[in-house]
C-alpha cells in the first residue's frame, strides 16, 4: 500500500495571506483524514510564512495518523522537533527567498549538520527522512549517516513535458532501486498531482507520497474530504493497473 501524507501548508498559506483565523489547517487535518489520508504532512519554515508553531503544538494533539514536519537542519528547528515530537521528520533545504522548497537536501555540502540533526531527532524517537534529488551518491551518504527514508524530490518529474518526463521518471527509478538496496524507507513529493502522480506511486515498493498544493488547490473548489479522497482513488487505480 502507498500512504498519502496530505500536506496543509497552504491552508495556512491562505490564513495568513489577512493574519487571520481562518482557514485553519487544525481543521483542514481533521477533513484530511476522513478523506482517508494515512499523514499529515506539514513545514514550519524559519520565516514562519505559512504554519505557526501554535499550529505543529495543535496538530501534534489532534493529528491521529502520521504527523509528519518538514524542517530546516537548523539548531532552532530540530530543538523544536525534539520537544513536540512528530511521528516523523523530514529534513528539507530551506532558502528564505524561494516560494516553495526548490531541490533536495545537499547532504555533501552540509554532511556535519545534516548528521548532526539525524541524530538529535533520532535521540527523540523521531523516525528521520531527507528530501532528496535521485542522485545515487546522496542517497548514499543519507544510509551513511543513518537517515531511515528518503523523500525522492520529483519536482523535475513534475515540471518536465511528455517526452523528458520519461527520462524523469527513469532517475527516480533509478534512485528508488538503490534506496530500496540500502534498506531505507522509499517515499516521494513535489509536484505531484491527480495526473501525474500515477507512475511515481508504482515504483516497486513505493512506501509514502506527500502531496500539497494539488490536494489544497483541489478542496478550494470541492472540499478538503472529497480532494483527499480523489487522490486515495487516483492512487489505488494506478496501482491495480499496474498489477494487472
Known amino acids: ?14 490564513r495568513q495571506a489577512r493574519r487571520t483565523t ?31 508553531d501554535r499550529d505543529l503544538e495543535l496538530l501534534r494533539k489532534t493529528v491521529s495518523v502520521k504527523l509528519n514536519l518538514e524542517l530546516a ?15 516523523q521528520a523530514t529534513l528539507v533545504p530551506e532558502r528564505r527567498e524561494e ?14 549538520q545534516v548528521g548532526t540533526a539525524i541524530r538529535r531527532l533520532r535521540d527523540a524517537g523521531i523516525y528521520v527522512s531527507l528530501f532528496l534529488d535521485p542522485d545515487l551518491e546522496a542517497i548514499a551518504l543519507a544510509k551513511e549517516l543513518e ?7 520529483t519536482g523535475q518529474y513534475a515540471l ?17 532501486a538503490k534506496i530500496r538496496e540500502l534498506g531505507l524507507g522509499l517515499h516521494a513529493g513535489h509536484g505531484l498531482n491527480y495526473h501525474n502522480v500515477r507512475a511515481i506511486a508504482c515504483i516497486p515498493d513505493m512506501h509514502e507520497l506527500n502531496i500539497g498544493h494539488a490536494i489544497v488547490s483541489r ?19 494506478a496501482l491495480i493497473h499496474h498489477a494487472l
Open 99 to 112: 516560494v516553495t522548497t526548490e531541490g533536495g537536501l545537499d547532504v555533501a555540502r552540509f554532511r556535519n
Open 1 to 14: 500500500m502507498v500512504e498519502l501524507g496530505v500536506n496543509i501548508d497552504h491552508v495556512a498559506t491562505v
Open 22 to 52: 481562518e482557514p485553519d489547517p487544525v481543521a483542514a487535518a481533521v477533513l484530511a483524514e476522513l478523506g482517508g489520508a494515512d499523514g499529515i504532512t506539514i513545514h514550519l519554515r524559519e520565516d514562519r510564512r505559512h504554519i505557526q
Open 147 to 153: 537517515a531511515q527514508a528518503v523523500e525522492l524530490h
Open 73 to 87: 537542519c537548523s539548531d532552532e528547528m530540530v530543538a523544536i522537533a525534539a520537544r513536540v515530537k512528530p511521528d
Open 160 to 176: 518536465a513535458g511528455t517526452h523528458d518526463r520519461n527520462t524523469e521518471l527513469q532517475k527516480l527509478q533509478t534512485a528508488a
Open 219 to 237: 478542496a478550494v473548489l470541492v472540499g478538503m474530504e472529497r480532494a483527499v479522497r480523489e487522490m486515495k482513488h487516483t492512487i489505488s487505480e
